[in-house]
């Protein structure tokens, strides 16, 4: 498989996008601050100085008392998204025990821009993200790969399905359903700590190997890779994505070897072989 370069489409410029300084930091604690809120951090590419005319403002309110409903809202400000999510200090914590929720909360944590700190709530809280450990986390990470390979049996079904009645939009969306499933097991299972969202992928890529088999079909469906003498791209997608389930067992398999229903998982694996037979991409 041979890399294609990216079609470079420009688009258009949003007309005003607010800077995100220290001003516009400032009149946004001022305006989310209450007797209620112990502390406010900066997440994301702002927190790292990375951000672009497109980057949202991701804000963690953190508050005393855990609100009934699940807080998170979003509104634009002088062109800027702001995202704002409201927490309590121990429910963000317990985040930090499930392996594929402390993923992506942890690096974010420790990366975070303190904006308001009334208690050291935030500071602490920082402190716990850096002294935070995967191992305690390996089995129950090991799980979830394992019950997210199993729930995916029935995906990789639908899909075979698909090309037997030539459903094309059936396929695309069971590939979708695939490929997404098989990055957050791999990422789970080998506790892959998210550095970004536009990064995630590339991760994940490389802890798999970027000349690995699993990369090849994973950037063929996210069309990183094209195959010209493929008939029509949404089938090698699809028989990517059933590849991909394959790649993504036996890289896991030593994970869950033992599990009540993995020999499910393997005979999954097999039917693929069988409904594959002959018909590799190049």
């Given at each position: 498989?041979?890399?294609?370069?990216?079609?470079?489409?420009?688009?258009?410029?949003?007309?005003?996008?607010?800077?995100?300084?220290n001003?516009f930091?400032?009149?946004?604690v001022?305006?989310?601050d209450?007797?209620?809120?112990?502390?406010?951090?900066?997440?994301?590419?702002?927190?790292r100085?990375?951000?672009?005319?497109?980057?949202?403002?991701?804000?963690?309110?953190?508050v005393?008392?855990?609100?009934?409903?699940?807080?998170?809202v979003?509104?634009?400000?002088?062109?800027?998204?702001?995202?704002?999510?409201?927490?309590?200090?121990?429910?963000?914590?317990?985040?930090?025990?499930?392996?594929?929720?402390?993923?992506?909360?942890v690096?974010?944590?420790?990366?975070?821009?303190?904006?308001?700190?009334?208690?050291?709530?935030?500071?602490?809280?920082?402190?716990?993200a850096?002294?935070w450990?995967?191992?305690?986390?390996?089995?129950?990470?090991?799980?979830?790969?394992?019950?997210?390979?199993?729930e995916?049996?029935?995906?990789?079904?639908?899909?075979?399905?698909?090309?037997?009645?030539?459903?094309?939009?059936?396929?695309?969306?069971?590939?979708?359903?695939?490929?997404?499933?098989m990055?957050?097991?791999?990422?789970v299972?080998r506790?892959?700590?998210?550095?970004?969202?536009?990064?995630y992928?590339?991760?994940?890529?490389?802890?798999?190997?970027?000349n690995?088999?699993?990369t090849?079909?994973?950037?063929?469906?996210?069309?990183?890779e094209?195959?010209?003498n493929?008939?029509?791209?949404?089938?090698?997608?699809?028989?990517?994505?059933?590849?991909?389930?394959?790649?993504?067992?036996?890289?896991?398999?030593?994970?869950?070897?033992?599990?009540?229903?993995?020999?499910?998982i393997?005979?999954t694996v097999?039917?693929?072989e069988?409904?594959?037979?002959?018909k590799?991409?190049?």
């Amino acid at each position: 498989m041979t890399s294609q370069p990216t079609r470079q489409i420009q688009v258009n410029k949003p007309l005003h996008v607010a800077e995100v300084n220290n001003v516009f930091l400032a009149e946004l604690v001022a305006e989310l601050d209450n007797e209620q809120v112990t502390g406010i951090v900066l997440k994301g590419s702002c927190a790292r100085h990375e951000e672009t005319i497109y980057s949202d403002v991701d804000l963690s309110v953190f508050v005393r008392e855990e609100a009934k409903q699940k807080q998170h809202v979003y509104f634009y400000r002088e062109g800027r998204l702001i995202s704002i999510g409201t927490h309590t200090i121990e429910a963000y914590l317990r985040r930090f025990l499930l392996p594929e929720e402390a993923i992506f909360v942890v690096p974010s944590i420790r990366e975070a821009r303190i904006l308001l700190d009334k208690e050291d709530v935030c500071k602490r809280l920082q402190e716990e993200a850096w002294q935070w450990r995967w191992e305690p986390l390996q089995e129950a990470a090991n799980h979830y790969a394992y019950e997210m390979l199993l729930e995916q049996t029935e995906i990789v079904l639908k899909a075979l399905r698909a090309f037997l009645l030539q459903d094309t939009l059936a396929l695309t969306e069971m590939t979708l359903i695939l490929f997404q499933a098989m990055t957050d097991a791999l990422a789970v299972q080998r506790g892959i700590l998210a550095q970004s969202g536009n990064s995630y992928f590339r991760q994940v890529q490389a802890c798999a190997g970027l000349n690995s088999a699993w990369t090849q079909y994973h950037s063929l469906i996210a069309d990183v890779e094209r195959l010209p003498n493929m008939p029509s791209p949404v089938e090698s997608k699809g028989i990517a994505a059933l590849r991909l389930f394959q790649e993504t067992t036996r890289l896991l398999s030593s994970a869950i070897t033992g599990y009540e229903h993995s020999q499910t998982i393997a005979q999954t694996v097999t039917l693929i072989e069988e409904a594959l037979a002959g018909k590799q991409l190049p």
